[in-house]
Nanobody, 127 residues
Framework: QVQLVESGGGLVQAGGSLRLSCGVS????????MGWFRQAPGKEREFVAR????????YYTDSVKGRFTISRDNAKNTVYLVMNSLKPEETAVYYC????????????????????WGQGTQVTVSS
């Protein structure tokens, strides 16, 4: 089992910045990728960014490219999401997730590719 705990959310004005953290504990030996998703009220969970645990390859949804940065600290089993130039429409609960290694293709932009989830952290961007 893997446990994830997000932190760093809060209230920020439009144009501001936040850094989210996601601490991972438990059996992390099979971690393949970690992702950040967000979900606004009444909307589906949306992919934001992901990073491969080994090698560090990153991928972002188009709307956050150039503003958000995902990174990891393997020694601390922590993944970060630095969010700059935040917009009111990015108000949501932000979740981190772990995808474990397994055979076959999967789309790491889909929440169904991930096996373990944190409880989420609220990000509110005021206009």
């Amino acid at each position: 089992q893997v446990q994830l705990v997000e932190s760093g959310g809060g209230l920020v004005q439009a144009g501001g910045s936040l850094r989210l953290s996601c601490g991972v504990s438990g059996d992390t030996s099979r971690t393949y990728a970690m992702g950040w998703f967000r979900q606004a009220p009444g909307k589906e969970r949306e992919f934001v960014a992901r990073i491969l645990w080994n090698g560090g390859s990153r991928y972002y949804t188009d709307s956050v490219k150039g503003r958000f940065t995902i990174s990891r600290d393997n020694a601390k089993n922590t993944v970060y999401l630095v969010m700059n130039s935040l917009k009111p429409e990015e108000t949501a609960v932000y979740y981190c997730a772990v995808a474990v290694a397994r055979s076959g293709y999967r789309n790491l932009q889909s929440p169904y590719a991930y096996d373990f989830w944190g409880q989420g952290t609220q990000v509110t961007v005021s206009s």
